[in-house]
C-alpha cells in the first residue's frame, strides 16, 4: 500500500516502549507505517524512546528527512543483529563475572568492587556508534523534517526520570513529579543510559550522573510526546496478548520460580507504566468531551489521541522456538539463575539472534497491517491498496 498525506496540520508522535530483544517487533510495525506513508515528509514530528525503544527512536531521528528509507535500514540492523553484538558472551568474560558474583555474595568480593551487572555490554556501544550519525539528528531538526526527539534514562542519584530532548530552542524544560524534560543534544551515552536494563546491564554515566534504563522510574511514558506538543500519539509497545485463563488456571498453585518472578519485574518494568499511562490519557480525553468548550477552554488539559499496537501473540512462546540460539555460556547463566524456561519471559528480552528478531518483525509488519485503515486515518492519510 501507499499513502498520501492528508493532514500536515495535526502534530503527530511516536513513542517506542522498552523491551530487550522485543524491540524489533517496533520495526515491524513502523515498517508497516513506512509502506502505508510512502516517500512523504516524515509522519512522526516528535519521536519519543525510552530503553530499547531509545535505539530505535535515535535511529529513525537521524534519518527522519527519508524516513521509509532509514525504516528499511533499521530493519536491516535487527535482521542482521547477533547476540555477541550487544553484550559480550565468551566464556572468559561470562566466567569472571559469574565468579566475581559469587566471590562478593561469599566473602565479599576479596576486596574488589561489587559487580555492577550480570552482562557486559560493551559491544551495544560500538553498534550504535558505528549505525547512527547522531549529528544528522540536528541536520533534521533544521531542515524541518524533525521537530523533537526524546530519550529517557532513570537517575540513581535523585531516583527521577530524566528525559533529555534535542529540539528547537522555544521548547522549555520542565518539572513534574518525578520527572524531568531537560533541553540537550542527543548522543549516544543518552541512548546507552536509557537502555541499561537494571542489574542485567551497567549503568552509564551521562553528566556526570549514573543513569540507568529509562522505563524504571518513568510513570508517565506518554508525558515526553505531549510535553513537546504532540496533539496525537502512536505508540508501540512489546506486551505480550493476555494470558489465556486456562494458563492462569494452571500457574495458580505452582510456585514460581527466580525465572517467573524477574519474568514479573520485566513486564511490570516495560508495560505496566505504559497501559495504565494510555488507560488515564483516554479517561481525560472523555473528561473533556463531556465539557462544553468554554469550560473545556479553561482547564489547562487538552485532548490527545492515542494509539497503541502491540504484540497479538505470546512472545515467550515464539522465544521458546528460538531459545536454543542464545549462545551457550548464557543459556548456562540463565539456567543457574532460575531464568531458562518458565514462560521464556527473561530469554525473550535477552535473544538477539536473527530468527528470533526476524519473526518479531514480522508480526509487528503483520499485526500493523491487519489495522491498517485505522493506522491510516489516525496518521491522516489516504491508503489505496
Not at 500457574?251 to 518494568?269: E, F, K, N, S
Request: hydrophobic share 40%; proline share 5%.
Amino acid at each position: 500500500m501507499t499513502g498520501t498525506n492528508a493532514q500536515m496540520g495535526n502534530r503527530t508522535g511516536l513513542l517506542l516502549a522498552g523491551g530487550g530483544a522485543r524491540g524489533a517487533y517496533q520495526v515491524g510495525v513502523l515498517k508497516a507505517v513506512a509502506e502505508l506513508w510512502g516517500d512523504g515528509p516524515n509522519p512522526f514530528p516528535v519521536i519519543c524512546g525510552v530503553s530499547v525503544g531509545s535505539i530505535n527512536a535515535a535511529y529513525i531521528a537521524s534519518r527522519a528527512d527519508r524516513f521509509s528509507a532509514g525504516v528499511g535500514e533499521l530493519e536491516r540492523m535487527w535482521r542482521d543483529l547477533r547476540t555477541h553484538k550487544v553484550y559480550r558472551t565468551s566464556v572468559s568474560t561470562v566466567t569472571a563475572t559469574a565468579l566475581h558474583w559469587l566471590a562478593t555474595l561469599t566473602v565479599g568480593g576479596f576486596g574488589r568492587g561489587n559487580p555492577l551487572s550480570l552482562l557486559r555490554n560493551e559491544p551495544l556501544t560500538d553498534l550504535l556508534k558505528a549505525s547512527i550519525d547522531f549529528d544528522r539528528i540536528e541536520t533534521c531538526l533544521a531542515s524541518g523534517a524533525l521537530e523533537a526527539l526524546a530519550i529517557t534514562a532513570s537517575s540513581y542519584a535523585s531516583g527521577r526520570a530524566m528525559t533529555f530532548f534535542q529540539g528547537a530552542a522555544s521548547l522549555p524544560d520542565w518539572q513534574r513529579a518525578r520527572r524531568d524534560g531537560v533541553h540537550c543534544d542527543i548522543t549516544v551515552e543518552h541512548v546507552l543510559a536509557s537502555a541499561a536494563l537494571p542489574v542485567i546491564f551497567p549503568p552509564r554515566k551521562v553528566d556526570g550522573e549514573y543513569f540507568g534504563d529509562g522505563s524504571l522510574r518513568l510513570t508517565a511514558p506518554l508525558s515526553p510526546a505531549i510535553h513537546l506538543g504532540a496533539e496525537r500519539v502512536l505508540v508501540v509497545g512489546t506486551r505480550d496478548r493476555r494470558v489465556e485463563e486456562g494458563q492462569v488456571e494452571a500457574r495458580r498453585h505452582r510456585v514460581p520460580t527466580l525465572g517467573d518472578i524477574a519474568g514479573h519485574m520485566l513486564d511490570l518494568l516495560f508495560n505496566d507504566n505504559l497501559n495504565e499511562d494510555v488507560e488515564r490519557l483516554r479517561r481525560i480525553n472523555h473528561t473533556l468531551s463531556l465539557l462544553s468548550p468554554e469550560k473545556a477552554s479553561e482547564s489547562p488539559l487538552r485532548t490527545v489521541e492515542v494509539l497503541i499496537v502491540q504484540p497479538s501473540k505470546e512472545i515467550g512462546e515464539i522465544a521458546k522456538r528460538h531459545a536454543m540460539e542464545i549462545p551457550w555460556t548464557i543459556r548456562g547463566l540463565l539456567r543457574g539463575a532460575g531464568a531458562w524456561g518458565s514462560g521464556w519471559r527473561v530469554p525473550s528480552y535477552l535473544l538477539f539472534e536473527p530468527s528470533f528478531c526476524g519473526e518479531l518483525i514480522d508480526l509487528g509488519y503483520q499485526d500493523a497491517m491487519v489495522r491498517r485503515g485505522e493506522i491510516a486515518a489516525f496518521l491522516g492519510v489516504t491508503a489505496s491498496v
